[in-house]
């Protein structure tokens, strides 16, 4: 109850009112009834007792009259008298002269305006005195007057007290009626109605009433029970109703021969997942989808097969897809709809779309045959290509009908530039898969210079594709591809394999060079990375000693337990480790001692700016300072100038490599640049 309510509402003010005023008047009727049966009986007692008077000294008062004895007359006037009641008494003769009399005031009272209405002021008694028994003859009157004060002051003592008892009484009777009252129904019925005050019209069976105690077998307890009963009802009503609904809800938004979300639905989830995409940055892609030449099909096997063809994709579509979950949907007849969330970029659909046509591709087998059909898809991504998910999904539709133009079995973007670059990538990755066979790679080396003594101290192994169409591609363009689809570990061993080689080959020709090798984070996760680096110096007889692998802050960090235990069995072995780009990823101390690192290279992009940036000098510094308190020696990479050689120099980092050094060169060229290199700086120092 919100409001409580206004206590004259209460009942049990209402019934305490009634109680007590009934109380009140039959207290007063019984005792005003009682009052009067007694003035009744005292006004009868006053003639009685006056009459018994005068019975006995009738005699006496008879024998004075008879003889005209005034003496006697007297004494029984005056022995009257002895009564204070007596007000006043005379004895006559017949013709009314007095033998005798005598009388007094009315005793004055306060009460007596009260009581003499009642029984009057006084009251007059005479009587014949006779003698004789045959035929009396009268001889005279004996008159008394008796004051009614003495009865009526004990009338009105007990009549006070009748009526104030009388009124108590009913005042007991009223509150104790009004407690057991309250006590039996309006105290449980308060509890009841509190009780239901609580109830949820959500959920009304959740919280039942409670049963008052020792009601269970009243009307109250009847009450609860048949309440209760409605509610749970009602909320049984309620469930039923809700899983009607949620069932119209479910055919209405989901397709009834596959199960998956239909167009509204889906919809709507879309534009969910566009505001989360929204706030996230993410792309958000769109693939619809249509079966090829699915019309055939129903023609050749009849509507019943094409529907259970349809059934076994809808199931292979929902899941895991190749970067993570896909919601599917379908849109009617042959075309459904896939959505991937939260990707990094639309490259990641080339896999997606590449595992949708597989997934369609499958043979099923029906009615002893087996199927196999294909898929043409239509991307549209969010928020390059769509702002709305109408839209996004509308522009999926239109790409894939466009896409169907154009052949099947295949998939498109909705921008033609997109698909073009997606295309080349998906192009080169495959090319990628071959390159390693087709020996497309070869190996360039840029030397590694210390600035004290001027000597080559080392060479960066660095890869190179030569593509049969496009020519020479940048690492930075390929490496990432290779990772992605996991052939970096194939090409890193052969860039392992063709460096230890070449590292033999100078051994062999008197120049014994230490041989740096990056290593890629996906290379770093192989469990038998460790066998196959050592298997491969033992098969060229390189000392361990002369291989350095460089491995980057974002190659260890993801497990870095890992590769901590791999890290510090190569370096037991005695091959050195150089951390690759420091700098620019986490570049956290305490990772740093708990790896067994001989080497930080400062970052080109470092180097590059180096006293044009105050910030990057800084950098700079601080690596330098970071490596000499760690004990570790700090390779400058991409040195340029002169100047910067200058600075690294003085500034205390001993080791460098860059162009202003030597580009990488092929080996041929790294070997006659040695000889060169070499003789300039001793020519140099004869010079001084
Ligand atoms: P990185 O390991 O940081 O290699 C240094 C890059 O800086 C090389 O580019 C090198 O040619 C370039 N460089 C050296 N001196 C200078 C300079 O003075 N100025 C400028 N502007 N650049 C300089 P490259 O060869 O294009 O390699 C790029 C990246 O590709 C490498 O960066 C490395 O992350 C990766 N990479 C190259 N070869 C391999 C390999 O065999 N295996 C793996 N996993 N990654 C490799
Ligand atoms: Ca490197
Ligand atoms: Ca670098």
Redesign the pocket.
């Known amino acids: 109850m919100t409001k409580k309510f206004q206590i004259e509402h209460r009942l049990g003010y209402r019934i305490l009112r009634w109680v007590l005023l009934v109380a009140l008047l039959s207290g007063i009727v019984l005792s005003t009834a009682q009052i009067i049966v007694d003035a009744n009986r005292v006004s009868d007692d006053l003639d009685r007792q006056a009459n018994q008077t005068l019975s006995l000294i009738r005699d006496a008062a008879s024998q004075a009259v008879y003889s005209i004895d005034e003496d006697l007359a007297q004494q029984v006037v005056d022995g009257l008298f002895e009564q204070p009641a007596i007000r006043s008494a005379s004895i006559t003769h017949p013709d009314g002269e007095i033998l005798a009399q005598n009388s007094r005031i009315l005793l004055p009272a306060d009460y007596r305006s009260l009581t003499d209405p009642i029984f009057g002021p006084e009251r007059h008694y005479r009587v014949e005195l006779t003698r004789g028994t045959e035929s009396p003859v009268v001889y005279g009157y004996l008159e008394v007057s008796v004051d009614t004060v003495y009865s009526a002051a004990s009338w009105l003592e007990r009549a006070t007290l009748t009526f104030l008892s009388g009124i108590a009484r009913a005042i007991v009777l009223g509150l104790v009626l009004f407690f057991v009252f309250h006590i039996l129904l309006t105290r449980p019925l308060f509890r009841i109605i509190n009780s239901i005050s609580r109830v949820d019209p959500e959920h009304p069976g959740d919280t039942l009433l409670e049963m008052p105690q020792g009601h269970r077998n009243d009307e109250l307890g009847l009450w609860v029970n048949a309440t209760n009963n409605l509610l749970v009802t009602i909320t049984e009503n309620q469930e039923k109703q809700a899983e009607a609904e949620a069932r119209v809800n479910r055919l209405s938004r989901y397709d009834k021969l596959t199960g998956l979300p239909n167009r509204e639905l889906l919809l709507a989830m879309l534009g969910t997942a566009l505001e989360e995409h929204r706030r996230s940055g993410d792309t958000l892609a769109t693939f619809c989808f249509g079966v090829d030449d699915f019309k055939s099909i129903n023609e050749q096997n009849g509507y019943h097969m094409g529907d259970q063809l349809l059934q076994t994709i809808a199931d292979r579509l929902s899941g895991d897809g190749p970067n993570g979950p896909l919601v599917a949907a379908r849109l009617g007849g042959d075309q459904f709809v896939v959505v991937e969330q939260h990707l990094k970029d639309g490259y990641q659909c080339a896999a997606t779309s590449e595992w949708l046509q597989r997934q369609v591709a499958r043979p099923v087998r029906l009615a002893g045959r087996d199927i196999a059909v294909t898929a043409t898809i239509g991307i549209a991504l969010y928020p390059d290509d769509a702002e709305h998910s109408e839209q996004l999904l509308q522009r999926a539709e239109q790409t894939m009908t466009l896409a169907k133009t154009n052949g099947s079995n295949q998939f498109q973007f909705y921008v033609a530039s997109v698909d073009q670059k997606i295309r080349d990538r998906k192009q080169l990755e495959r090319d990628l898969y071959r390159a390693l066979a087709e020996g497309e790679f070869h190996?360039?080396y840029?030397p590694q210079i210390n600035l004290d003594s001027r000597r080559i101290i080392g060479a960066?192994?660095?890869?190179?594709w030569d593509h049969p169409e496009h020519g020479p591609i940048?690492?930075?363009q390929f490496?990432p591809l290779a990772e992605l689809s996991g052939s970096?570990v194939d090409?890193?061993q052969w860039?392992l394999d063709e460096a230890c080689a070449q590292a033999a080959r100078w051994a062999s020709q008197g120049m014994p060079i230490r041989i740096a090798?990056?290593?890629?984070a996906v290379?770093l996760r192989q469990d038998d990375l460790v066998d196959s680096v050592l298997t491969t110096l033992r098969r060229h007889a390189i000392p361990p000693g002369r291989l350095e692998l460089?491995v980057?802050e974002t190659g260890f960090m993801e497990d870095l337990d890992s590769a901590i235990e791999k890290l510090v069995r190569l370096r037991n072995e005695g091959i050195n480790i150089a951390v690759?780009?420091f700098g620019t990823g986490y570049s956290s101390l305490t990772y740093l001692k708990r790896l067994p690192v001989q080497h930080l290279?400062i970052?080109?992009q470092f180097v590059?700016d180096l006293l044009v940036n105050e910030e990057d000098t800084r950098i700079a510094n601080t690596i330098i300072d970071l490596g000499k308190s760690l004990n570790l020696d700090v390779i400058a990479?991409?040195?340029?100038t002169e100047e910067q050689e200058f600075y690294l120099h003085n500034r205390g980092c001993h080791l460098a490599?860059?162009?202003?050094f030597s580009?990488?060169l092929k080996p041929d060229d790294f070997a006659s640049f040695i000889t060169s290199f070499h003789r300039k700086i001793t020519a140099n120092s004869t010079e001084n």
């Not at 090798?517 to 890629?520: P, Q």
């Not at 990479?637 to 340029?640: N, Y």
């Open positions: 190996l360039v840029q960066e192994a660095l890869l190179r940048p690492p930075d490496i970096i090409i890193g860039v090798v990056n290593l890629s290379q460089e980057t690759d780009d290279k970052d080109k590059c990479e991409g040195v340029e490599q860059g162009y202003y580009k990488p």
